[in-house]
């Protein structure tokens, strides 16, 4: 399993390029012009994700995080999501590194095996990066008029962060 | 977009001075838009080698094959493009990636996809590039694997129990996302959005 799973890419690749011999295709004429259209969509993606970054930075500079996460406490054991993983439900959607880093240590504290390590988990594989995935995709397509993309995006987090919960509590019980 | 990144810097300046942090959100604020242009960077590589492999799909046929096998699904999704190759092409390829849990190849399809699509209606997002992003946002991965190795890492001995967990909440996520964007899809009219714009704009370039 495990190896299957790292040698996935190279096999995709390996398994693209064959094909592409077999139907009489130019594969590296056709890989170096992709490349190079990549290139351009790099350059529309920079001023986008510039934007982004100096507010998420500032924000989490900010302590503002810490903050909402003591407003929303009370929501969240409301809504059966264990409060102690408010930290993550905050950062996810801003930064995906950052979530990764406030999950795995949720996972090592309460031990990868208990509810909270397990939902912190399902978390993380349930939901994305939500302001970073808009930014690239809306920079690289020059929109700037975004109407209902970012409050749909934001619920399907909550969905996502809600149902993790309940899901672990079905899945494993407790 | 604009009223958004407002909020979120002016949140970000208010509760800084609320709690004494001024001069870290200073400097947080050069330090993000450094951090930025390297992640762009970083990201460069694999952007671009993506783009190049599904060039390499598009000529040999491979992801006209695919989106033939996504087709149905995604017609629904993507009504105003069902018949538009191009896009659906990419759609496809962005949708097994990210099954895949190839989360650096799905963006540079799923980027594809969107510049095509906002082809139509410069500037604005139509509703079929709002669900494409939706669908992004909620990710649909089958096999989470970096967060396998966090609880491998931490001592887990089946790091991979919690498969069916995330395979129902990421279901569930896409659908609330998906029901999301359809409801608000008509209480925010399209009259700066889809189709009119355009319109007009034709109508400008024959005067």
């Known amino acids: ?174 | 977009m604009s009223v958004i990144w407002s909020g979120m810097v002016g949140c970000a300046v208010f509760c800084g001075l609320l709690t004494g942090r001024g001069p870290q959100v200073a400097a947080a604020a050069m330090e993000g838009a450094a951090a930025a242009v390297e992640l762009c960077l970083s990201m460069a590589g694999v952007l671009c080698l993506w783009m190049g492999v599904m060039e390499v799909m598009r000529r040999s046929g491979l992801s006209q094959g695919l989106s033939r096998l996504l087709r149905p699904l995604l017609k629904r999704l993507y009504p105003d493009f069902a018949r538009d190759r191009e896009v659906m092409d990419s759609i496809s390829a962005n949708v097994s990636a990210n099954l895949l849990g190839l989360g650096n190849a799905a963006t540079p399809l799923g980027i594809q996809a969107a510049r095509r699509m906002s082809r139509r209606t410069p500037g604005v997002a139509s509703d079929s590039l709002c669900m494409l992003v939706v669908c992004n946002t909620a990710s649909i991965q089958l096999i989470p694997t970096t967060v396998a190795s966090v609880r491998a890492a931490a001592g887990c001995a089946a790091p991979f129990d919690i498969l069916p967990a995330v395979w129902l909440a990421s279901a569930l996520s896409v659908t609330v996302g998906i029901l999301a964007a359809k409801v608000m899809g008509r209480l925010w009219p399209a009259e700066e959005g889809a189709g009119r714009l355009q319109r007009r704009r034709v109508g400008w370039n024959w005067r």
């Open chain 1, 1 to 174: 399993m495990e190896l299957a799973l790292t040698m996935l890419v190279p096999f995709l690749l390996l398994g693209v390029a064959l094909w592409g011999l077999v139907r009489k295709v130019d594969v590296y004429d056709a890989l170096i012009t992709g490349a190079a259209e990549g290139l351009g969509v790099l350059i529309k993606i920079v001023p986008a994700l510039v934007a982004l970054l100096t507010a998420v930075y500032m924000l989490r500079a900010s302590g503002a995080l810490e903050l909402a996460a003591q407003a929303l406490a009370p929501v969240l054991g409301w809504l059966g999501i264990p409060p102690e993983t408010v930290g993550l439900l905050l950062i996810r959607p801003v930064s995906g590194s950052a979530a990764l880093g406030v999950g795995a240590e949720l996972i090592s504290t309460y031990g990868p095996d208990s509810t909270i390590g397990r939902t912190a988990a399902v978390m993380l594989g349930s939901t994305e990066t939500t302001f970073y995935t808009i930014a690239v995709y809306f920079g690289a397509a020059g929109i700037v008029k975004t109407r209902y993309a970012v409050p749909a995006a934001l619920c399907a987090d909550l969905a996502g962060f809600t149902a993790a919960a309940w899901a672990v509590r079905v899945c494993f019980g407790g």
